[in-house]
């Protein structure tokens, strides 16, 4: 398994676009249904704070690679806070599902 966040903050007028444009990557990611993935988008109630987190299957591909829509998000991302903002790597070090 693969792990990878993106954490970053707008200003509050751009994080409504953000939001706007994350319903369409997840959207497309619908439509695309790649398998062996999970993508979660989250962000305070109404603030401009966002965390994105892809994981993917050792096996898998990064399906937001090839996304138009991905693409802009990153090209939006990248012009609300200044630069572009790449994913890190991250560890699950524990889980608990019910």
Known sequence: MSLQMVRFRTDSGTAAEVRSQLAKVFAALHAASPQGVVHTAYSGESG?????AL???EAAENPLAGLPQAAQLRDLISRAVGAPVPPEPFTVVGSYHS
């Open 55 to 57: 994981e993917t299957a």
């Open 48 to 52: 401009p704070d966002f965390i994105l």
